[in-house]
Every structure is written in structure tokens, then in C-alpha cells.
């Protein structure tokens, strides 16, 4: 991923936190059948390796899970984006040197795969992606709550997979490259259109663009 240095961000916790908001992966592989790309909710793990692992599963008829183990998969992570307008920037009115562009957030993970096909470990996945997704809620749904029988099938439907992590790289393009009197522009400009997107961005370009400085 081409990333200046300025839009990098390195840091553990804040590529964990966008992942655990965005928990929806695109995986990249490569197959034999050339470059394939997967959607996949994964859920962050620390583990014995520093950057930690993923986990998740597919449906058994998915071949991903049948990747040779020493084979890299480009696991990507979608954080909030919106359309900047050039109308927000003070130095518009200025000079008029100003053209718009695209605000996001990414995180990229390199991994290798491995599969998991015991049933008590798949159930035990099946309950903590649940859980994780549910606790918010007023009434958590439990995976407890339907008939056994029936999870049973759908456990023989499913494989898990483990992410284990090489790499771990993040970009955040929030306007870290503007004066700070656009960046505050950007900032009001994406928070009266009031969009969800538009509002996460404008939060983002004031904590890591400096917005509000």
C-alpha cells in the first residue's frame, strides 16, 4: 500500500480499535484460479506472535480454507471514508489552488491461514464472534438459544479459520496534509452533512488531522 509518511500510523491499538469497529475483512488471495477476494467478519486475538491473529469461518464449499499454510493472504480492514470537498477549505477563497479528494481510513494485514474443523472449537468460535456482536444489545442473543439439533448442521457446514498475522500497516488520510484552517473546514463541512460516514471522518480529521488545533 503506497502510505507517506504523514498518513501512516503504526501504532497497535489504533489499528486494533478500527479493525474491532470494522470487523468486515476483504480477503486477497492468490489461487489458481488467479486473485480471489473474500468478505469475511474476523475478530482480533492477541496471541504469541506480535501482531496477534484472526478469527473467523467460512462455509465448508468456500475453497479458502484450503490455501497451503505457507501462503500470504492480504486481509483488509475498511475503516470511515467520505468525498472532500475543495468548498471547505479556507484557502479556496484565498488563492482557489484547491481540488477535492477521498478521506479514509484502512488497516492492511498480512497472514497465513490454517483451518479448524473440531466441532467443540468451531462452537466455541460460533459463541465468542456472537457474543462480541450481541453484548450491546438490551436482550443478547446466545447461540445457546437455538435448538442444538440445528446448530449441529450448521456446524458441519462451516470451517474456522486462524489469521496469523506477519504484517500490520495502517493509513489514515484525514487532511494531515492541509493548513490547519482547512482541516477545520473539512471537519464542519463533513459534520453538517450529518451522513454516518461523514461524521466518523469528521471526528477522525480532528483527533489525527488536527482539526481542532
Known sequence: MYTPSHFSDSRPE??????????LATIVSDSSAGLVADHIPLLHEAGPDAH?????HVAKANPLWRAPPEREHLVIFQG????????????KAETGRVVPTWNYAVVHATATLTAFHDAQALLALLEKLTDRHEHPRSQPWKVSDAPSDYVERLLENIVGIELRITKLEGKWKVSQNQPVANRR????????EGSEDGVQMARLVERFGGGGN
Open 14 to 23: 489504533i489499528l486494533r480499535d478500527l479493525i474491532a469497529q470494522h470487523p
Open 52 to 56: 496477534g491473529r484472526l478469527i473467523g
Open 80 to 91: 470511515p471514508s467520505a468525498y472532500i470537498s475543495p468548498g471547505w477549505y479556507a484557502t
Open 185 to 192: 473546514g473539512v471537519a464542519a463541512g463533513l459534520a453538517a
